[in-house]
C-alpha cells in the first residue's frame, strides 16, 4: 500500500513539475523581447533578486501571526529600501521595471494586512508574475 502511495506522489510530482517548468510558444519571449531583457546589467539582476528576497521574507512574516509592530516595520523597510534600490540599478530593463512595480503593490498590499486590514489576496499570484518578470530579465 505505502508503495503504490509512494509511487502516485512521485508521479503527480513529476507531472506537476512538467508542467510547471515547460515553456509554451505564448510565453516564448519575441526576438526583440529577448533582446530588450538580455541587456539588463548583471547589478539590477543581482538588486532584483535581492529585492524579492527581501519581499518574500516580508510576505512569511505575515503570513505567521502574530505580525509583531517592530519587526514588520523592520522587514517593511529593508524590502522598500532593496525594491528602491534595485529600481536606480534596472532603469533601462523594462521587465525589471515591471517586476519591481508589482513588488511595490504587493508590499503595499501586506503592510495593509500586517495592520490586520486584508489586502494580501492576490500576493501569491503577483510572486508568480514577479518571478517570470525576473526569469525574462535573467535571459531564461
Not at 539590477?44 to 528576497?53: F, G, V
Not at 521574507?57 to 517592530?70: G, S
Not at 500586517?114 to 500576493?123: C, I, N, S, W
Amino acid at each position: 500500500m505505502w508503495g503504490r502511495l509512494l509511487f502516485a506522489f512521485l508521479v503527480l510530482f513529476g507531472v506537476w513539475y512538467y508542467l510547471s517548468h515547460r515553456q509554451t510558444s505564448e510565453m516564448r519571449p519575441t526576438a526583440s523581447e529577448a533582446a530588450a531583457g538580455a541587456t539588463a546589467p548583471h547589478d539590477c539582476i543581482l538588486m532584483a533578486d535581492k529585492a524579492n528576497a527581501s519581499l518574500v521574507a516580508a510576505a512569511a512574516l505575515v503570513t505567521h501571526p502574530p505580525v509583531y509592530p517592530a519587526d514588520w516595520m523592520h522587514a517593511e523597510s529593508d524590502a522598500g529600501a532593496a525594491i528602491s534600490a534595485a529600481d536606480s540599478a534596472c532603469s533601462s530593463s523594462r521587465d525589471a521595471q515591471k517586476a519591481l512595480n508589482l513588488m511595490r503593490s504587493t508590499l503595499s498590499d501586506l503592510a495593509s494586512a500586517a495592520r490586520g486590514e486584508g489586502g494580501a489576496v492576490e500576493v501569491a499570484n503577483r510572486q508568480a508574475e514577479i518571478d517570470v518578470l525576473l526569469d525574462k530579465v535573467r535571459g531564461r
